[in-house]
């Protein structure tokens, strides 16, 4: 217990979580303080593809294993499952319609990259080793939750169009495709390919992911302010609580299928983030009558920053304890 | 200098949903059209700013299509069907255009 | 497709004021106005551009506004009580509008 | 509110000419203009966007000219000047402003 | 009086001195080179970042002490009593009108971040330490001459309107808030949290810095075409004096202080630069009348300029002979 | 024979050519994944600063001689030749206008600074040298070829205007002067301005680069997607064809000129690379009625890919061999 306060206290004075905060003050004290939106896709496009290329050169550094499909399996799994479990939670804890609670319930099945990308930072300053091809498994955990909750929406009786060219910019969003693409170009270029762009894609990685909490914070700060009144005190304990759940549900998932201790935190990790880019946007598109706000600000306002602040270091001392030792 | 009738559509729609709607005039047959990036707004949905933002989501853009009166009708149906369930306003202006010739 | 009538107010404005002129747009209980960003321009004061700018000072941005004709007079008050002592330009046209109870 | 007539252009351009344009536009005396971002669009030279575009080649930009009715022949003629041998829309509306003086 | 010239000339050929005039002739000659507003403004963020972050941690490992706050009060007061000196200079030897006079010398009055972050690249360069909360000072002298300005104003017959809302967006405006929460960020995760992001906010610094200037000479060159003829003779005489004049106030001031050599020099420094991000959209609400190009042209397109090129390596020159020695 | 496939199934699996292919991949999928226009504007900035400066310090570091007057000469006098030979061969293998071709061929005269900076990047990687000043003969490469193509269409009866404007945009645009004005602050700060900002323009350069290639994958892709049906099958010839024409003249001059191994090859990538973003302006101005699609296809989405892929090291190991080896 003492271990996680630990881990937690000294987690909450890192400048990534402070940065984070100081975004969150600005824009909820009104500064005019804002990070251009261009400035902004180029900093994530910059994460996507340190952390995709890292991962694929990772792999092939350590070889892949069979460990591999069984954990892209059990990740599409969990995206599945894990919004159905949301939504019965949200229809108890809200009055949320049940078009809002599918599609909440859809964002929790997603996954946040910039949630997973911490992680992997506080994993390596704490010297924690993990599996190179979790970023596989993010990349395939993005997609298939929208579909539950499209399934939640409709099984609701409201009207879904699950078209062909909602399918593609899903599955062919950019976060996904950079993503995995960055992945499989570090596997075939390998050490010596990480060897040449190291030292714009690993030195200076925290410092960016800085920028990019500064920008999130600013973004959450937003949305909090102009939600206020739209959320329910239930919908807020949902926020917290979900990501607990969907991490106690990865945690032995991840230890049946033998991933290290840094691979079992970071599954907890993704199983318990929120999706706040690529599902607001399949959303927009195929559940208009979802109330953006409410799973905006859930996810980018609340789960976020609890999972930064609370949820990673308590995800990555649990998943030592258990798994790795 | 001689000018000929037209009208000029405006279309603030969400950013999401720019592909379909483009598609969907371009289906219409519409001879040309143009997009202006939108950087923030207000309305019943509340304020919203694209600052800092990544995902298309919350966000809007705008299409203006400049077109003959006679073809008006067929672009505001082809509007109509990707903004019906949709967020976003349409406007229709009177305008006289340069070089009839090409819309 | 069945249109209503509706007015389109442009306003130009320097950008350091975008939030005094929404506010008081909002105050003046107007439904809804898009913030398109401006690159450039040239008035009385000169030639001015955005490019590789910090400050907000020495930039514009467009409101527009679309509104029931008898809602004008209310916001081009609002409108004019920011911009009355500073650089801006308020332009009205006659529009039509799909979907009038949006408005 | 007291408003004027003034006619609204809206010039959409290619990139490379915009140059040759507001210098067209200053030397006709015209008071002043603003200049759009455009993100993208289509015509019958094909669809484009701005999106990762380092070359001004293949982007438009909108330039909007407020303008007194009694002038606009003199800018039509100085903006047709530019756009004659290119790609570009020239439309007018007619429009109501605040503040005649400053056009 | 050597040492001074040698100092100067070899600032003269830096990197940093070099994009500047890039910029400024690129302008001039009407080139198309041009940075976008969106590039610039992360440029500048990612400059408040890491120069505010830099003096925090400076401050964690050698401790505070009373100097600061007395270096506080004395920053707050030079940039109240700067305004007043300027604004008879000028009505001296200028036709200004009163409130443009007025508006000028609130920019005089507050600071450029950009000539502070060049006068530490200087003094890094020369191995000249400083005390790193002179960053607090900095944004502690942004805001208050704009009050100056709007009383001279005022005085003048011109009614100014300086509102609740007006107070905000100065003391909250981004380059503050940004500045001062990197500083506290830095100062909490202290010399732990700067090795984190080390290889992102302190060895690609001065790199970052050249493109910055590059961007403010491109800016600069095309507000002095535009403003050709708006200037005066004796108005351009007043923004290469006045820098002189901030600078011999602040140098007996950081002497009583006891501010290192460094620290003197950046005192110094702050004193003498004038301000062209926060101040003109201040005036831009407050003193609509008051007209920009003046202010503007004055303070990005000959102070600036002269701080940079003449102005620093004097001060610190001079800093060093009476203060550190 | 070996040498050579080997060296180019090497450079195939480099980052670079990797994220040049998931751009044009993902474009060709229709993925939403898209760089901000500012973005990619900042990367080109970044790589024109950074190439310039190390050339302009290489030249300081290793003096000038009168080599660097013949090398601009020569380059000169190719970018006048190539349009010529180009627009006789466009006519015989396609069925383009003369305006068309006219066109196509100011592009193939004119250079590609990212073919050019890829190049070097190849060079750097095989530790082979070459001379600071090639980016100066690069930079008198970008603008005669208009003049050529100018004249080409004008001998077909298209009415040009050429007028001082166009010279001034042409010979001022920005990739111009940024090379060059970066090329002579290298050239004056020397080693010492160089040791300043290493570690921002020279330890990323590569991830930089990959990035940018990822973004020219996008444009592309996008391109050649919107140009099916323009392109006939003789024009893709060409495309292929014509770089290798180019690096075959410039193979013999730069040997006579007594170029280094890297010299020759930077040489001759120079003559094999076509522009995509300077022409192609000046084009639209001067040309309006030659077709946009064709010249912007031929050049980024046959030609680059072609050199980056196949071309540079085909040269790089035909000057190794026959000139340095
Ligand atoms: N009356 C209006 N005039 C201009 N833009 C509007 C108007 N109403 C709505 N919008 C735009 O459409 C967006 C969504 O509107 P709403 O559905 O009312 O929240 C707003 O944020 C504005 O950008
Ligand atoms: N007639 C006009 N039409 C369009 N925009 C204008 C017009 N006059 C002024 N503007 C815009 O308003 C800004 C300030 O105008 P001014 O106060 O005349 O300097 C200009 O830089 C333009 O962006
Ligand atoms: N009818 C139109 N309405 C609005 N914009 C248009 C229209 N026609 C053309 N444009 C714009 O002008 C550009 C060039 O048109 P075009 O010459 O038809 O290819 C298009 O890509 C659009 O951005
Ligand atoms: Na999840
Ligand atoms: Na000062
Ligand atoms: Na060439």
């Known amino acids: ?325 | 200098m001689q000018t000929h009738k037209a009208k000029r559509v405006e279309i603030i729609i969400e950013a999401p949903l720019e592909r379909r709607l483009t598609d969907a005039i371009t289906a219409a047959d519409v001879s040309g059209f143009t997009i202006l990036p939108v950087r923030g707004g207000s309305g019943r949905s509340g304020r919203w700013s694209r600052e800092g933002q990544v995902s298309t989501a919350g966000g809007m853009v705008a299409v203006v299509c400049i077109i003959r009166p006679e073809r008006l009708d067929t672009l505001l149906e082809a509007a109509f069907s990707v903004v019906e369930r949709h967020i976003g306003v349409v406007s229709v202006t009177d305008c006289e255009v340069l070089r009839a010739e090409r819309f």
């Open chain 1, 1 to 325: 217990m003492d271990a996680i306060l630990s881990v937690m206290a000294q987690n909450l004075v890192s400048p990534i979580i402070l940065s984070f905060a100081l975004g969150l003050l600005a824009a909820v004290a009104r500064s005019s303080l804002s990070v251009p939106e261009a400035a902004a896709k180029a900093l994530s496009i910059y994460l996507l593809f340190a952390i995709g290329f890292k991962g694929g050169a990772s792999v092939a550094a350590h070889g892949l294993d069979w460990t591999l499909g069984f954990a892209l399996i059990a990740g599409l799994a969990l995206s599945l499952v894990i919004p159905v479990i949301a939504f019965a939670l949200l229809r108890g804890l809200t009055r949320l319609s049940a078009v809002d609670a599918a599609a909440v319930a859809g964002h929790y099945g997603s996954i946040s990259i910039v949630t997973f990308v911490s992680a992997t930072a506080i994993l390596t300053s704490r010297a924690i080793g993990h599996e190179g091809y979790m970023v596989a498994v993010a990349a395939a955990m993005e997609a298939p939750a929208i579909v539950a909750a499209l399934w939640l929406a409709a099984r609701s009786g409201t009207g879904v169009k699950m078209d062909w060219e909602l399918w593609r910019e899903v599955l062919l969003n950019g976060s996904i495709v950079l993503l995995v693409g960055a992945f499989v170009i570090g596997a075939i270029t390998g050490e010596r390919g990480l060897a040449e762009i190291e030292s714009f894609i690993v030195s200076p990685f925290k410092g960016v992911l800085c920028l990019f909490l500064l920008d999130m914070g600013l973004v959450a700060g937003r949305g909090l302010k102009q939600a206020r009144g739209v959320l329910s005190g239930g919908a807020v304990v949902f926020a917290v609580l979900m990501p607990l759940v969907g991490a106690a549900l990865a945690l032995p998932v991840g230890m049946v299928l033998g991933l290290s201790a840094g691979g079992v935190a970071l599954f907890m990790t993704l199983a318990a983030s929120a999706s706040y880019i690529a599902v607001p946007a399949a959303m927009r598109v195929a559940l208009p009558e979802a109330n953006p706000s409410i799973y905006l600000t859930l996810s980018l306002g609340v789960t976020f920053p609890f999972n930064l602040a609370l949820g990673i270091p308590l995800y990555v001392t649990v998943a030592e304890r258990l798994s790795g030792g």
